[in-house]
Nanobody, 125 residues
Framework: QVQLVESGGGLVQAGGSLRLSCATS????????MGWFRQAPGKEREFVAAITVSGGATRYASSVKGRFTISRENGKNSVYLQMNSLKPEDTAVYYCAADLQYGSSWSSGNGMDYWGKGTLVTVSS
């Protein structure tokens, strides 16, 4: 069993930055592809970013590309999401996710092996 715990959410003004962290339990973190999804009020969950086991490859939603950066530290069992130039439309609950595969499930989030409980990011205009 793997537990994911997000932190770092909060209230920030448009144009500001936040860094989300996701700490995981267990000894198998380095086996998992890690990533982030978000869900805004009244909207469906959407993919934000993912990073491979080694950290050698990343994938981003077009809406965040160039503003957000995903990274991981396998020695600390953690994955991060650096969010810069935040916009009001980035307001959402951000969820950390883990999966053994780097496949099509990352597009929808369906079938992810593990989820965190989420952290709220609010961007004011």
């Amino acid at each position: 069993q793997v537990q994911l715990v997000e932190s770092g959410g909060g209230l920030v003004q448009a144009g500001g930055s936040l860094r989300l962290s996701c700490a995981t339990s267990g000894r198998t973190f380095s086996r998992f592809v890690m990533g982030w999804f978000r869900q805004a009020p009244g909207k469906e969950r959407e993919f934000v970013a993912a990073i491979t086991v080694s950290g050698g490859a990343t994938r981003y939603a077009s809406s965040v590309k160039g503003r957000f950066t995903i990274s991981r530290e396998n020695g600390k069992n953690s994955v991060y999401l650096q969010m810069n130039s935040l916009k009001p439309e980035d307001t959402a609950v951000y969820y950390c996710a883990a999966d053994l595969q780097y496949g099509s499930s990352w597009s929808s989030g369906n079938g992810m092996d593990y989820w965190g409980k989420g952290t709220l990011v609010t961007v004011s205009s």
